[in-house]
Structures are given as C-alpha cells and as structure tokens.
C-alpha cells in the first residue's frame, strides 16, 4: 500500500466522514505491522459511530512529532494523533474521554510554585488522560512529569545518555514551605529507555506543607537529595536533582500533591499555582510563571 499524506488539522473531518482508507495510507509501517487496513476499518467504524464531527482540542509539540487531540461533538469520546515532520502518523489512539468531576473541582488549599528553576515543558499534564496519563489514577490523577527542551527535543546529541537530556543533573525546588518527611535515594539512574518498575518513584522526597498536603518529587539523581527527614525547607530551596531513576524513560521531574504522605493509597489533589494559571501537556512553564500556547499560537 502506498504511503499518502493528509493535512493534519483535516484529520477530524476526513475521520468523521470514514475515509479510513486514506487515513490509513497515512500511518507509519510500524503502525500498519500492529493493525490491518480491515482491523483498523472496523474499529474507526464503531468508534465514529453517532459522531457528527469532531474538534482539535488540545496541541503539542515534542521530538519532533507534533500531537492533535480531538474530541467529539459531545466529548465523550477522543482520538489523539501524532505526526512526524513529513506529516506522517506515528500514533493514533482512540477511546473514550472520560473526567471525574468531582476530583477535578477539588483544588490544593495551598498555593504553590512550580518545584523547577528555569524554563521546563510539560510532558503529562491536565486533567484528563490523553494530555496526562496520571489521570486514570487517582493517587496521582494531577501530577506533572516535566522535561526540559531546546529546539524542540529533550536531549542533544544521542537520547543513550542522561547526562545529554537536559533536564538531567538539573535543581529541583521545594514548592512551598514544608516538612521532610519521607526520602529515598539509593537507586541508581536508569539507563534511558529501560525503567525500574518495582521502584516506581526511584529516588523521592516528600514535603509536608500546611493543611495536610503534601508534595511528593520523584526520580531524583541517585546521591543528589540536598534535605534529611524532619529538616524545615522554605520555598524555592534545593532539594536535589533531576535523575531517571524508578519508573522513569528519560530524565525528568514527577510531582504532584496528595493529601496523605501514603504514596499508593494518598488522593491526588489538583494543584491551585501561585499566579491563578494552570499548565497542561504542551506549556512552557517556569517557576514564577507559567507561558501558555507556545505550540498553540502556530493555528492561530
């Protein structure tokens, strides 16, 4: 089958009006080795049934791939695309777009600051799951993994070394006055591409701030935590540095807010930020403030 290409930002309407055929054409051979032209057929099929047309809802753009999300006319259900630079699909999912309400209307009582120093890009985060895979679960439903970037990319050179991503070796800040309460470090630094899963945070520290709540960083640099349990931490203080370590692909901060120290069975909590914006999968962020629509302002 010949390969063809199609506007990305068209791709919700030629999806609606069943031209899977031509979308197909449009996806890479990895792609095609998971899924056939017939298999691909009847999914698009049922999935798009009822539909009346869909919408770019979310955009952002990471290692050269540029990702659309869209979302029905009555946003229950999602499709999200990613094209390399010849506009060919490397990823398409489509499922259900499901959000918890309640949860989601339940911020932080605290204010607080992003935990970096610098400009970081949010890679997870928002409040549903294609823009943050966090949020099928409720522990961890509103965290944020970050990263650091240049020209588009998180590494230079070859993506085989921590020490060339950016975001590696990098402070990581304390988000509001607190507590240490619990750390871990110990583990070494993952190679990138293969992860730790039994010790899925890798090296952490949690904080615990006024009302209960409490932050938790996770996959710090192996050595690198700069705190000790019970010691008094002001916001913006350095608590360590970014690694790979746990649950981690490449070098990056996990963090988020809970209402308990207990990391598997805490409640995460939406994090209310000290300038009133909330980033989401896609922003250039930083700790003072937060710089929306950089992918964005390219549809506008």
């Not at 931490?233 to 988020?256: A, D, M, R, Y």
Request: hydrophobic fraction near 35%; include cysteine.
């Amino acid at each position: 089958m010949s390969f063809s290409f199609i506007n990305p930002e068209q791709f919700g309407q030629i999806f609606q009006s069943e031209g899977f055929e031509e979308i197909y054409r449009c996806t890479s051979s990895d792609f095609q080795q998971l899924l056939s032209l017939e298999q691909f057929i009847t999914v698009a099929s049922s999935f798009n049934e009822g539909v009346r047309h869909y919408q770019i809802e979310f955009t952002s753009s990471l290692q050269n791939l540029d990702r659309y999300i869209w979302l029905d006319d009555q946003k229950e259900r999602g499709i999200a695309v990613s094209f390399d630079q010849f506009n060919q699909i490397q990823s398409l999912l489509i499922k259900p777009y499901i959000t918890y309400p309640d949860t989601d209307n339940r911020l932080t009582q605290n204010a607080y600051s992003m935990p970096i120093s610098g400009e970081w890009f949010v890679f997870w985060g928002g409040a549903n799951e294609f823009i943050n895979y966090h949020y099928a679960y409720e522990h961890m439903r509103y965290a944020y993994d970050l990263v650091k970037v240049h020209e588009g990319v998180s590494f230079q050179n070859t993506p085989t070394r921590n020490e060339n991503f950016y975001a590696f070796n990098e402070e990581i800040l304390a988000p509001a006055d607190g507590k240490v309460i619990k750390l871990m470090d110990g583990f070494v630094d993952c190679i990138p591409g293969e992860m730790d899963a039994e010790n899925a945070a890798g090296n952490y520290v949690v904080l615990e701030h006024a009302n209960k709540e409490y932050s938790l960083l996770a996959h710090l640099k192996k050595d690198s935590i700069q705190v000790v349990i019970g010691e008094l931490v002001k916001e913006g203080q350095c608590i360590g540095k970014c690694g790979n370590s746990g649950n981690s692909s490449e070098p990056h901060l996990h963090f988020h807010i809970m209402d308990s120290p207990d990391l598997q069975n805490a409640n995460s909590l939406r994090i209310q930020f000290k300038d009133g914006i909330e980033p989401i999968q896609g922003d250039t962020i930083s700790n003072t403030s937060q710089q929306q629509g950089t992918f964005k302002e390219k549809f506008q």
